[in-house]
């Protein structure tokens, strides 16, 4: 391991040393705690882009969910529609609570917003079940 850097002025300090040579300033040791790599990957998957790429790819399921659905005429062409859905409804709405937790660069009442559309979304996806019965209920 390489000599670390004041925080201060960024001289290099030797690895015993608890001051700054050459500012005076106390040298804070970093605790890296093991949570730390994990919550870097966090930043990473849930980061604007990969959040704008998530929610794209989860409406374009809805949409084709929906065309699916639209089109299809039996039972199964509803089932392969309610899995493209709920495929999209929870990708989306995954990526909205994890982005709007972990994205402390997005304003507070965004990420908020994010998060409760985020967690509507996938108690939308889990009362499927739910809808897809009654809905076959009005099928003859
Ligand atoms: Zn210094």
Partial sequence: MSN???NKCGAEIPMDSKFCLNCGAKVVKETRTVSEPI????HTVFSKNMIIAAILLGLLFIWIGVLVM???TDTT???VA???NSFGFF???TVLIGGGIVN?????????????VGVYMITFVLSLPGILSSIRNFIP
């Fill in 39 to 42: 919550h870097q990957i966090f």
């Fill in 104 to 116: 402390d660069t997005i304003e507070k009442y965004v990420r908020l917003g994010m998060v409760v």
């Fill in 4 to 6: 670390e850097k004041c």
């Fill in 70 to 72: 639209t089109f299809s």
């Fill in 82 to 84: 309610m899995v493209l």
């Fill in 77 to 79: 062409g509803y089932r």
């Fill in 91 to 93: 990708l989306t709405g």
